[in-house]
């Protein structure tokens, strides 16, 4: 006589929990059985970049006596920039492998009013090392060279020494009608 289907719904049930009890009793019983399916069973943890990177090849270019806007527009904008320390700028970059340590590395530039007085830190890794750490599971080939040949550093410097000139002019733009009205940003509210 065939089983009704609830009972056999609950004979399923029954089966599949004694099966698990008994698949996870024998993988407390078993440390490679544990390691195993540890191993398979861990979270993804994405590699983290923090901060504002800086290159050996960014600081080579600091020159005490730059404004401030040359020094933002070389490094960026500082990740910490103080009330209390006006003159000075904190960079603080950091990189954490999945698995591995944080590496943190600091640049600090200081100022003397609107001119850069000078700057320590961490020796910073050049661009190609940064490129490298980043991607170790792809193989990329060889890297191609970041370097600027010595006319486009003279542009680029002329460049950055030149004043900012003044504000161009807005555009004329036609006139609104003195006399128009708009709607309330509001509905009337009972």
């Known amino acids: 006589m065939p089983l009704p289907m609830f009972a056999r719904s609950r004979l399923v049930l029954l089966t599949l929990t004694v099966m698990g009890s008994l698949a996870l009793l024998s993988a407390c019983g078993s440390s490679t059985l544990v390691s195993r399916t540890g191993s398979l069973l861990t979270t993804y943890r994405p590699d983290v970049v923090q901060g504002n990177f800086i290159s050996s090849e960014q600081v080579a270019q600091l020159r005490a006596g730059m404004s401030r ?46 001119e850069l007085s000078r700057f320590e830190g961490d020796a910073m890794p050049t661009e190609a090392e940064f490129i490298a750490q980043l991607d ?46 708009y709607p309330p940003l509001e509905g009337n509210r009972p």
């Open 69 to 114: 806007v040359q020094v933002r527009n070389l490094l960026g904008t500082p990740l910490v920039a103080s009330l209390f320390h006006a003159d000075r700028w904190d960079y603080v970059f950091s990189f954490k492998r999945r698995g591995g340590e944080p590496r943190v590395y600091r640049y600090a530039v200081f100022f003397q009013g609107d």
């Open 136 to 181: 170790t599971r792809r193989n990329l080939g060889k890297i191609p060279p970041l370097e600027a040949t010595p006319e486009q550093l003279k542009a680029a410097e002329a460049k950055s020494l030149r004043p900012a000139g003044p504000p161009a002019a807005p555009a004329a733009s036609p006139a609104a009608p003195s006399n128009t009205t």
